[in-house]
């Protein structure tokens, strides 16, 4: 073989191996993008089903909750918490304790765990309503997230701890600014602050009441509180 046939072949042979080698390369990116492709459906298909499940939790939940509402309203609250036994029309009524701790996730269970826990203090039975309140906390609807804290701090209170329900408290007043409920939970805070001797902070959520320049019935207890702790009215 002449020298110039031995490097046409050499040069046939390198071209070769360049162009497998980039076939290659071109395979392994198409199977990459193929098992990126999968993963994504699977992800997506992930995605849908959990919006299908948590659309048909929170109408169960959602459902539930309506039929044993009217019990608690009534004030009913033993019936109210454990559900009624047999059917009402056909359709069985849990109670919103079951309701509560079978749709937990859903926003119709937290709701359920809010009338729970404030039932069970209404019944003066404050150990068993904290973990409901705790669970209403988490939602994502602003109301019953401020209740679910207030109830946490009622909880508190009772338990003599003053300076964790005034917290509790103050930080549902910042929930209660958005509906127009901030005094009346600004002012509980400053009471169990006083309370609990914090005289500093108890001054200053009572002065933020009084200045309010909306109309409160809250005004005239934070100036009652301003004068007791020896502050002056401006």
Known sequence: ????EEILENNFENTAEVLSDA???????IQFALAGLALLAVIIGGFLFYRYTKQNTEKEAALKLSRIRPFYDAGQLEVALGGVSGTIRGEQVVGLTA???QYGSAESGRLAALYAGTALSSLGRYSEAERFYDQASAASSDITKMGGLAGLAACRAN?????AAAKLYEEA????AKIGDE???KLLAAMHYEKAGQKDKALTLYRAIAASQ???EAINEAKAGIIRLGGNLE
């Open 214 to 216: 909306e109309f409160s």
């Open 159 to 163: 338990g003599n701890q003053s300076e």
């Open 99 to 101: 309701i509560a701790s």
């Open 1 to 4: 073989m002449s020298d110039k």
């Open 23 to 29: 076939e290659a390369q071109r395979k392994r990116t």
């Open 183 to 185: 005094d009346h939970y």
């Open 173 to 176: 007043s910042t929930l209660g």
